[in-house]
């Protein structure tokens, strides 16, 4: 950690025009249309953003949310529903950013328009930076810079992340069969289209490389069945072994960011749940030492 007081962002790269089938697969996971009538809008630091509102209830904290697709793709209008779900039960505010996707935008604009919104807000050190799958791994990098700057969140909730772009893990070839929403070939596909000839090892893109002062109090979900859970429980385990505070929760069977994708299910109302939890522990300290 270095505690420099700065926000020295990499520099912005050129990126390339994605082909017809990613473009494609984009349309087919950009959530439904109707989706943005049930959400508030808000531009924050120059970057548009859907805006969840607890119903029954003001809102208690504010926590932003990254949506996954592997950096190139996914849209904040397919995590309404879901969002509105951690809002309901936390009492918090979500915000779902709408950050630039690879490979037209490679590393580190997604860093530099989420930085954008996290700077944007007012008492940002009471702020819960979370995010799914790539996401995940996008709001470690927040929290890795914002710890450099000086400035990190309150704390850390981080969904099935994508931790390693050096695509490690033997979790990643032991669950192929098991977690049919993700792959190896995914993770490596992401890699290539979002680092462009970039250091997969950097901690800004592969957290399980960066320092374990970085991170604030952090809640790390993970399926049982699927691909990233040996980064997953690295990443913890990295944490608690460097002092940090930090809870694991593992779903037992389930797959990747099964919250989002299996709403029904058990596993995932307990996920909601611990989520809320976390977020409301805070609430008395918020104000204070999130170290």
């Given at each position: 950690?270095?505690?420099?007081?700065?926000?020295?962002?990499?520099?912005?790269?050129?990126?390339?025009?994605a082909d017809d089938a990613l473009?494609?697969?984009?349309?087919?996971?950009?959530?439904?249309?109707?989706?943005?009538?049930?959400?508030?809008?808000?531009?924050?630091?120059?970057?548009?953003?859907?805006?969840?509102?607890?119903?029954?209830?003001?809102?208690?904290?504010?926590m932003i949310y990254l949506h996954?697709?592997?950096?190139?793709?996914?849209?904040?209008?397919?995590?309404?529903?879901?969002?509105?779900?951690?809002a309901d039960e936390a009492g918090?505010?979500?915000?779902?950013?709408?950050?630039?996707?690879?490979?037209?935008?490679?590393?580190?604009?997604?860093?530099?328009?989420?930085?954008?919104?996290?700077?944007?807000?007012?008492?940002?050190?009471?702020?819960?930076?979370?995010?799914?799958?790539?996401?995940?791994?996008?709001?470690?990098?927040?929290?890795?810079?914002?710890?450099?700057?000086?400035?990190?969140?309150?704390?850390?909730?981080?969904?099935?992340?994508?931790?390693?772009?050096?695509?490690?893990?033997?979790?990643?070839?032991?669950?192929?069969?098991?977690?049919?929403?993700?792959?190896?070939?995914?993770?490596?596909?992401?890699?290539?289209?979002?680092?462009?000839?970039?250091?997969?090892?950097?901690?800004?893109?592969?957290?399980?490389?960066?320092?374990?002062?970085?991170?604030?109090?952090?809640?790390?979900?993970?399926?049982?069945?699927?691909?990233?859970?040996?980064?997953?429980?690295?990443?913890?385990?990295?944490?608690?072994?460097?002092?940090?505070?930090?809870?694991?929760?593992?779903?037992?069977?389930?797959?990747?960011?099964?919250?989002?994708?299996?709403?029904?299910?058990?596993?995932?109302?307990?996920?909601?749940?611990?989520?809320?939890?976390?977020?409301?522990?805070?609430?008395?300290?918020?104000?204070?030492?999130?170290?």
């Open positions: 950690m270095t505690g420099a007081g700065a926000w020295n962002l990499p520099p912005l790269r050129e990126g390339y025009a473009i494609e697969r984009r349309a087919r996971a950009a959530g439904p249309a109707d989706a943005a009538e049930r959400a508030g809008a808000a531009v924050i630091g120059s970057v548009r953003c859907l805006v969840i509102e607890p119903r029954g209830c003001d809102a208690r904290g504010e996954g697709g592997g950096y190139r793709l996914g849209s904040p209008l397919a995590y309404v529903d879901y969002a509105q779900r951690i918090w505010r979500i915000i779902l950013p709408f950050y630039p996707l690879a490979p037209e935008h490679p590393f580190p604009a997604a860093l530099h328009a989420v930085v954008a919104v996290y700077r944007g807000l007012e008492n940002r050190q009471s702020v819960v930076v979370a995010g799914d799958s790539a996401g995940g791994g996008l709001a470690a990098a927040l929290c890795v810079m914002a710890a450099r700057a000086g400035e990190r969140p309150a704390a850390a909730v981080l969904v099935s992340p994508m931790l390693d772009l050096t695509a490690r893990g033997e979790s990643l070839d032991r669950n192929a069969a098991r977690d049919p929403m993700f792959s190896k070939a995914a993770v490596l596909d992401s890699a290539q289209l979002y680092l462009q000839g970039h250091d997969p090892r950097d901690p800004l893109v592969s957290a399980l490389e960066a320092d374990p002062a970085d991170f604030p109090p952090t809640l790390v979900l993970t399926g049982g069945a699927e691909v990233l859970l040996d980064e997953a429980v690295a990443f913890a385990t990295r944490l608690a072994l460097g002092d940090r505070r930090v809870t694991l929760h593992v779903a037992p069977e389930m797959g990747h960011v099964w919250p989002l994708l299996a709403p029904g299910t058990k596993e995932a109302r307990d996920a909601i749940a611990a989520i809320a939890g976390f977020v409301k522990a805070l609430e008395p300290a918020r104000s204070g030492d999130s170290t």
